[in-house]
């Protein structure tokens, strides 16, 4: 595995890291008396001086960055803004819903990825994707069963944890269409694993 390679797998293993733990480092900091808001914005905040500093250092990333056409600019903009609505959402759940309830409802995305994918004309391809959608939406189910009877929350955190997952949905899609994804490589790759 070639250099460039190794890094993206290693930046892509943090990245998950970072995303899943989010919940667990969010309810000590809202016990301390911040908002969703103030951390939201340190979140970004620290994540885009991250991602403006690994830009910096090397002149080809430099070099990519100018080349970026003012239409690519407008899309990753639209793009982060849809995706500051799923965090923005989930993180103001989080302030009343607790991780363990929140992690279950966000994790109907998959499910909701795949409706919207054959709503807008690309339809799920062999049966790797349809064993995935029945394992995601299994897991769900089984997850059900932990939830103690006597703690509703509010109906407006349940309303923002939904969100969440409907917002990534649509961020997931739309950064796939808009970022040229091809339906045919899809639809190959789904049935070499089939």
């Known amino acids: 595995m070639d250099r460039h390679r190794l890094i993206g797998v290693g930046l892509v293993l943090v990245s998950a890291a970072s995303f899943g733990s989010g919940a667990l480092f969010a309810q000590p900091v809202y016990g301390a008396g911040v908002d969703w808001l103030t951390l939201l914005a340190w979140r970004f905040l620290i994540g885009a001086g991250l991602s403006w500093a690994w830009l910096a250092l090397s002149a080809e990333r430099r070099a990519g960055l100018r080349g970026l056409s003012r239409r690519r600019a407008a899309i990753a903009l639209a793009l982060g803004v849809i995706y500051l609505g799923n965090s923005g959402t989930y993180f103001a759940g989080l302030e009343t819903v607790s991780p363990s309830l929140a992690a279950l409802i966000v994790y109907i995305y ?80 789904a049935d070499e694993g089939a």
């Not at 994707?129 to 394992?135: F, V």
């Not at 995601?136 to 059900?144: F, K, P």
């Not at 923002?160 to 045919?184: F, H, N, Q």
């Open 110 to 189: 998959p499910a909701v990825v795949a409706v919207l994918a054959i709503r807008v004309g690309h339809r799920l391809v062999g049966r790797r994707p349809w064993i995935a959608l029945a394992m995601a939406l299994g897991g769900v189910a089984l997850a059900l069963g932990g939830i103690p009877a006597g703690t509703m929350p509010p109906v407006v955190g349940l309303v923002e944890i939904v969100a969440s997952p409907l917002i990534y949905s649509v961020w997931i899609v739309l950064s796939a269409r808009l970022a040229g994804e091809r339906t045919d490589r899809v639809g190959a790759d």
